[in-house]
């Protein structure tokens, strides 16, 4: 079974700053990679995805995250955050079938200070 | 995308009870998901309902506990049964649209006391 691990639980920013979440999964197969972001008090959203061709994806609200095979990562990455940033981020795995449910990490919680 | 709603929204029951959740979606759709958010914890499968068969659980999981119902395409609901403490959670349903995209509901926030 895959598994999917998030390097960072908590990580605090200024305004501006730089950020990249670590994810890494565990399965020897395709897989179909995606991050997830719930902000306070809202449902979970999708942010970006990963199915297959350019590794580097873009999502919403200026994100991006690339997917290096060879190291069964998929770190996600924003060059300025902002306030309105703050959220709970999760890196999510669906092996290569798609019928099945997604594997979560834990979950990095954001807090970016202004 | 998809327009998922759930209800309750939120609910204090006590031990020994049982609460069903429900989940509707804007359209029809082949797969829902029911997934459990413990505090504080990350998103945790429970199982999968296709329409027309039986759910199907995940490891740790099990029927009687969380029985499942898909009687359309649109509609699907999940029970915690003979509930306790630690069934305390936030449930949540999601769809699948034909292609990997899960889209999530809002959520049921359950407390057990």
């Known amino acids: 079974a895959q598994s999917v691990s998030q390097h960072n639980h908590h990580v605090i920013l200024s305004e501006a700053a730089s950020l990249e979440l670590g994810c890494n999964y565990s399965?020897?197969?395709?897989?179909?990679l995606f991050w997830y972001v719930q902000y306070p008090g809202q449902h979970l959203q999708l942010l970006l995805k990963y199915f297959s061709g350019d590794p580097l994806v873009k999502g919403i609200k200026g994100f991006e995250a690339e997917f290096i095979k060879s190291k069964f990562s998929f770190n996600l990455r924003k060059p300025s955050v902002q306030w309105s940033d703050t959220a709970e981020y999760f890196c999510?795995?669906?092996?290569?079938?798609?019928?099945?449910?997604?594997?979560f990490g834990k979950g990095t919680h954001l807090i970016i200070q202004p | 995308s998809a327009v998922i709603s759930q209800k309750p929204s939120r609910d204090i029951c006590q031990r020994g009870t049982s609460l069903t959740i429900q989940c509707q979606v804007d359209s029809q759709v082949t797969m829902m998901f029911w997934y459990r958010q413990q505090p504080g914890q990350s998103l945790t499968l429970i199982a999968t309902a296709n329409q027309g068969s039986e759910a199907t659980y995940e490891s740790g999981f099990v029927i009687d506990k969380f029985p499942i119902s898909r009687p359309n395409l649109t509609f699907s609901t999940l029970t915690v049964s003979n509930m306790s403490p630690e069934d305390s959670s936030i449930y949540l349903c999601?769809?699948?649209?034909?292609?990997?995209?899960?889209?999530f509901g809002p959520g049921t926030r359950l407390t057990v006391t």
């Open positions: 999601s769809v699948n649209r034909g292609s990997y995209e899960q889209y």
């Open positions: 399965y020897g197969g395709t897989v179909n």
């Open positions: 999510a795995v669906i092996a290569g079938g798609g019928a099945d449910g997604l594997t």
